[in-house]
């Protein structure tokens, strides 16, 4: 996952510093020892020079915890491969020796301190590492790019009272002294200067061992490491899983799991020592909600995933990102749906292209593979285009390849360049003409339009007999930006289809010069069979074997592209939604109502159409549809309280809470049910409680009287707690109380769902101070500072107070979290996201007009402005007719 660049390295004995380090100490080196004088800088690429190549470094680090400095010592074991005339140095091999001393920082990247309180409230320090994509080089000198792997033998030097973790086990252990222990690590194999990872601390371990022979172990606080046991069951499932599915076992002896108290990010895959979130791996059955457990398999899964795809075959450059982190994001469903079925990860899936196409629809958005130099440009890759939306072009592609030849290519792709690095078109040249070797039958899939080299008389698949592509197919999915829109015209057998850029957008850029290789699939109804057809063409027409009363395309979402029904085509599928809505199944439910409100934004189709739609959605009782329909609908509640406008957002809002008022008060308040009910219900009860539904406010109010009266003892449900506290949060008096017992060590698994109450509050000096102590770091931690600002930019109450915080602490919040970041990028387009006035959108472009350019022209800034102007547009346009849509339906 992502990390973040320091804006210093370490200060050496020779000068170290930035991504030419290495070059610069070599030839400065070499030019003192032959008495020749300082010239000019000898190399000023920004990226390093392929001919000199690092084979082996051996690292020692001694972390003082309490002065918080480090030094250090690297020896690099290199090797010149031709003379170069910038460089003075011969083809050969050589030995580059470096001594240095550093601070250890106070950001989250690079090496870094972190503290915790014990339950007796004594502060405890550690020292932990997270490196991607560019912070190695603020602990170690070193070749700091991906493609340069070389061999690590790492020696730490800690207090006896502390232990040492890097990614290998620990072979010996030397005391120095009574009171200094050098601890020696195994050498690691070949790998990337952004997966090495070290913690000196004193946490505890639980250890079990996989069916493979790997030690799996996971590290905590002493005080929390009783909440480790379900992520170690979790990472021995995930991890054998893993081995088995890719037929490559892991390759190191042990894989570790540590819980870090001050983390950036969700969790870092280093190989071998995997580093999480404390709320990313602790679980505590009495306490943990079932969203959290989902959510603590899915990072584990991602995490163990990695070890495969970006550990052993890595990205040759951060542009292909997504070979990583797509592929990491795609697995975690891949595997949890196995090792986890009680889970249902399938139920979620959908939300993630939602939220890319999100993105991917504005002008501003990026191909997957895309030219990237500086670490911001780096860092900026960290984003749901390449995470979501590679996700959802890779199961775009299993689906059209088949579960089994997709798996055989993934597998050649890992055996053939395993510890190398690749380029996007060694993947897609990996899935063609493969065949699966294990549980299949080869002469079957022959037949079926897969792994032959001659052509075959099936036109019932996807290539009509032509011999698959899969570059040339899937080059139009990551190499331009943006995805299609397929219209669909039913004019008797014959369905005409046109495909075009969706993109956002008054005076829209034009979707000339984009074509998708689009793998179509659709049902109608008169069979729920599913057919396939693969469009390369601007325009192309199917005829069906009869005429049929409506046909849906994209089924179940497989497919990253939407869809809109011209002529009669919309009316068709809402009365069949209306009529019967299980005739389809409840992703392509979901499915339709996100695409009815997409289409809206760019005039295809009239709001009152789409809200028509919704009117089905009171028989709906499965969480994709419902929660999609929330998704849709409350944004725009949001859009219109925003503006004070004339009293129609109560009437949206009476609309929303009345298409749901069945489903919120047949919920129980408990933990019962499946994992998806338990989920339901917990997002329909804090809806209802944050939007004052009597019933649901009544409810939580008795239980958050009786919980206080407790003194917080007594058991809250844990799937209803964050309505309970959403509601408790909005008297002075419990407000008061949720803070009390947020800042105890029993609470610390509740502390999301009690900053988000706290965040409720209509008191802005309550929500000016929550901003503040997250700046600070001291009872709120800076690690959680930039939802805490997101959550006060949705109240009502604080979202100007969040964005003159974001203007007045810019600088500090880029110094802490990184320019470029997901944490920066979160924040600006979360401040933003509900403004919808022209005197906002002048605010915005004057703010970030008036920074350097590096923070004027990060994407996050090009998105946020472009999501204002649509909000602008959509109001202008559809307010009115909402306004009278809600009339006419007597709301």
Request: aromatic letters at 10%; a negative charge; glycine letters at 6%.
């Amino acid at each position: 996952m992502a990390a973040r660049r320091g804006p210093k390295g370490p200060v050496a004995l020779v000068a170290v510093a930035g991504p030419v380090a290495l070059v610069a100490v070599a030839v400065l080196s070499l030019a003192a020892a032959r008495g020749e004088p300082g010239g000019p800088f000898p190399w000023d690429a920004v990226r390093l020079p392929p001919h000199v190549e690092p084979l082996r470094y051996h690292l020692l680090l001694h972390p003082n915890l309490s002065t918080l400095s480090f030094a250090g010592r690297a020896d690099i074991e290199l090797r010149v491969a031709r003379p170069a005339g910038a460089i003075p140095l011969r083809a050969g091999n050589y030995t580059l020796s470096v001594e240095y001393r550093a601070d250890l920082s106070d950001t989250f990247h690079g090496f870094y301190r972190s503290t915790y309180r014990t339950r007796d409230g004594e502060l405890r320090v550690l020292a932990a590492t997270q490196f991607e994509p560019t912070a190695a080089r603020m602990a170690f000198p070193c070749f700091d790019e991906p493609a340069f792997k070389a061999t690590f033998s790492v020696k730490i030097r800690r207090e006896p009272k502390h232990l040492a973790l890097s990614n290998m086990p620990i072979v010996k252990s030397v005391n120095l002294t009574p009171w200094l222990v050098e601890d020696h690590f195994d050498t690691t194999v070949k790998m990337s200067t952004y997966l090495v990872a070290f913690i000196v601390s004193d946490f505890k371990s639980i250890t079990k061992t996989t069916r493979h022979g790997v030690k799996v172990s996971v590290y905590a606080a002493p005080d929390k490491i009783h909440q480790a046991d379900y992520a170690l069951d979790a990472a021995v499932k995930l991890l054998d899983f893993y081995e088995d599915y890719f037929s490559i076992p892991y390759p190191l002896p042990k894989q570790d799991l540590a819980a870090i108290p001050d983390f950036q990010s969700g969790a870092m895959e280093n190989w071998g020592l995997t580093t999480y979130r404390e709320s990313a791996l602790l679980y505590d059955p009495e306490k943990s909600s079932a969203s959290s457990k989902l959510w603590i398999t899915m990072v584990i899964a991602h995490e163990l995933a990695h070890q495969w795809f970006g550990n052993l075959v890595t990205m040759e450059w951060w542009n292909d990102l997504w070979l990583n982190e797509g592929f990491a994001k795609f697995m975690e469903f891949v595997s949890v749906r196995v090792t986890h079925p009680e889970l249902t990860v399938e139920d979620h899936f959908l939300r993630r292209c939602f939220d890319a196409m999100e993105v991917d629809a504005l002008d501003s958005s990026h191909p997957i593979s895309t030219p990237v130099e500086d670490p911001a440009q780096i860092l900026e890759m960290f984003d749901d285009v390449s995470y979501e939306k590679g996700s959802c072009i890779l199961n775009m592609l299993r689906d059209y390849l088949t579960a089994d030849v997709f798996k055989a290519g993934l597998v050649h792709y890992l055996q053939k360049y395993s510890y190398k690095n690749t380029r996007n078109e060694d993947l897609w040249n990996s899935m063609t003409n493969i065949c699966p070797t294990v549980g299949t039958d080869k002469d079957e899939l022959e037949g079926g339009g897969f792994c032959r080299s001659q052509q075959s008389p099936s036109a019932a698949h996807w290539t009509k007999g032509e011999a698959l592509d899969v570059r040339a197919m899937m080059d139009t999915w990551t190499l331009q930006k943006g995805f299609p829109l397929v219209t669909v015209t039913l004019r008797g057998r014959n369905v005409h289809l046109q495909q075009e850029r969706y993109v956002k957008g008054d005076g829209s850029p034009s979707s000339a010069g984009y074509l998708w290789h689009i793998p179509l699939t659709y049902i109608t109804s008169k069979s729920n069979t599913v057919q396939r057809f693969l469009m390369t063409t601007k325009a192309d027409v199917i005829i069906l074997p009869e005429e049929v009363e409506w046909v849906k395309f994209n089924v179940d979402m497989n497919g990253y592209y939407i869809v809109h029904y011209d002529d009669d085509g919309w009316d068709r599928l809402i009365n069949l939604l209306k009529e019967n809505h299980t005739v389809i199944s409840s992703n392509d439910r979901a499915s339709l109502v996100n695409n009815a409100f997409q289409l809206v934004r760019i005039k295809k189709l009239s709001i009152s159409k789409a809200f028509d739609l919704t009117l089905y959605l009171k028989h709906e009782r499965q969480i994709m549809p419902v929660l999609q329909g929330l998704s849709e609908l409350i944004p725009m509640y949001r859009l219109m309280e925003r503006r004070g406008a004339d009293g129609t957002e109560k009437h949206l809002q009476a609309y929303i809470l009345n298409l749901f008022k069945e489903l919120i008060d047949g919920q129980s308040w408990s933990d019962e049910g499946s994992v998806s009910a338990r989920l339901l219900r917990s997002s329909l009860l804090l809806f209802a409680c944050v939007h004052r539904y009597p019933a649901c406010v009544r409810r939580a109010t008795q239980l958050f009287t009786e919980w206080q009266k407790s003194n917080g003892t007594l058991r809250l449900p844990a799937d209803v707690r964050s309505a309970v506290y959403a509601v408790g949060a909005q008297t002075p008096r419990g407000w008061d109380f949720l803070l009390s017992k947020y800042r105890l060590h029993s609470f610390h698994l509740e502390k999301n769902n009690i900053e988000f109450a706290l965040s409720l509050s209509d008191r802005q000096d309550e929500l000016r101070w929550l901003m503040d102590q997250g700046l600070r770091g001291d009872i709120i931690r800076t690690q959680d500072l930039p939802h805490i600002i997101v959550y006060v930019a949705k109240n009502p109450s604080g979202y100007h107070l969040a964005w003159e915080f974001l203007k007045e602490n810019w600088e500090k919040i880029v110094e802490k979290f990184e320019l470029g970041s997901r944490s920066v990028a979160g924040i600006v387009t979360g401040v933003t996201s509900r403004y919808s006035t022209r005197s906002h959108l002048a605010q915005v472009k004057e703010f970030f007009g008036s920074l350097e350019e590096k923070s004027a022209q990060l994407r996050c800034v090009q998105q946020a402005v472009e999501t204002i102007e649509d909000n602008i547009e959509w109001m202008d346009r559809n307010f009115e007719e909402v306004k009278a849509w809600l009339q006419n339906n007597h709301l």
